[in-house]
């Protein structure tokens, strides 16, 4: 399966289990009046539309070269996964503002063990998506696939806390609702932030890091006719990169041989993982 299809179906999975919880905990939560389970059916709510992205840009991603988008539209991934960081800023306010006016206004909340069924069936349910999704993630390296991975964790660590508050409900410690409601609040806004610096380093042009740049020097290094190299640069392209090389030769070194160390430095880059294209310009020394 390709890592279109992947993400298709995992957008398609997603989709169909955060409608549910969504559902279920918006429910339960208002019936309770419990700010903790409202704030998870609000992120619920914020994973459903993040799965809808997901389907989105990966169906876009998927499309093939054409005249306008000569380097395909693999950017998409990144275009949608910043819409998704906007979204869960939105859930974020909203859940935040509901948690301080419960604690401000002293609202209790009325205990159900519908909340405790809700909250435990919620971190199975996760936990199963958080490993399928991180493996396919890391397996694909694809930022859509691990922001969804790092959505189902935190909705995880989430209900935990939920499931934590309507326990100390139980001994009428009611103030912990809101308190778990604000920290979960703030958590959605650390992940929408996160998200969003991921998309805006790649879809405003940032280099390679250090690492990539090492093993590049050394492939150009191993290339005969190379006396020096002037520069590395390079264009993300959705998930892959175009490396720009400059390289400079001996003066007296033919046109021919110049193209021909030219030719090998491109062929050796292009095994590099996610490079997609090479350009390379010669200089004489």
């Not at 998409?76 to 859940?95: D, R, W």
């Not at 998309?199 to 690492?211: A, G, H, P």
Request: proline share 1%; glycine share 6%.
């Amino acid at each position: 399966m390709d890592r279109f299809k992947l993400t298709r179906n995992i957008a398609i999975t997603g989709i169909s289990a955060n409608i549910v919880l969504m559902i279920i905990k918006l429910v339960i939560g208002f019936v309770s009046n419990s700010r903790s389970m409202i704030a998870d059916g609000f992120n619920s709510a914020g994973d459903v539309f993040a799965s809808v992205m997901t389907y989105a840009g990966n169906k876009i991603a998927s499309k093939p070269e054409d005249k306008q988008h000569p380097y395909g539209h693999g950017k998409a991934e990144y275009i949608f996964s910043m819409i998704i960081s906007f979204s869960l800023l939105v859930v974020s306010y909203k859940s935040l503002s509901g948690s301080v006016s419960s604690i401000i206004q002293k609202n209790v909340f009325n205990f159900s063990w519908w909340l405790v069924a809700v909250a435990v069936a919620t971190i199975l349910i996760k936990t199963c998506l958080f490993l399928y999704t991180r493996h396919a993630g890391r397996r694909e390296d694809n930022l859509l696939i691990i922001a969804n991975s790092e959505d189902h964790r935190n909705d995880i660590l989430i209900t935990l806390s939920t499931l934590l508050s309507i326990i100390f409900g139980v001994y009428n410690i009611y103030w912990l609702d809101g308190i778990v409601g604000i920290g979960i609040s703030l958590w959605i806004a650390y992940t929408g932030i996160r998200i969003f610096l991921s998309s805006y380093n790649v879809l405003m042009d940032t280099t390679i890091d250090k690492v990539m740049e090492e093993k590049i020097i050394n492939i150009i290094s191993l290339v005969e006719g190379v006396d020096h190299i002037d520069s590395i640069s390079a264009k993300p392209v959705g998930v892959n990169y175009i490396l720009i090389v400059k390289v400079s030769v001996h003066g007296d070194m033919s046109v021919n041989s110049s193209h021909t160390v030219a030719a090998r430095i491109k062929h050796n880059l292009k095994t590099l993982k996610n490079v997609s294209d090479v350009v390379v310009h010669v200089n004489p020394v």
